[in-house]
């Protein structure tokens, strides 16, 4: 058991006015998940998804899948 604790980050591209989400990509080789939270509520909850279902969802955002028109 690993007692790494998550460092959060959020985009560069998030200079939105606050609508964003922090993410904590150390964690997904030690403990397989990815943990998201809103960054306006850092001590609010947190959201863990499998490494490999947020590598899907992040690929999909970067082909344009979840694109509104």
């Not at 998550?6 to 922090?22: H, L, M, T, V």
Request: hydrophobic fraction near 35%.
């Amino acid at each position: 058991m690993t007692t790494e604790s998550p460092r959060w980050f959020k985009s560069s591209y998030s200079d939105n006015g606050g609508a964003c989400i922090e993410v904590a990509g150390n964690l997904a080789a030690s403990r397989g998940v990815v943990p998201v939270r809103d960054s306006k509520n850092p001590s609010g909850p947190v959201l863990d998804f499998p490494t490999n279902a947020f590598a899907s969802f992040v690929t999909g955002v970067k082909t344009g899948k979840f694109s509104t028109i």
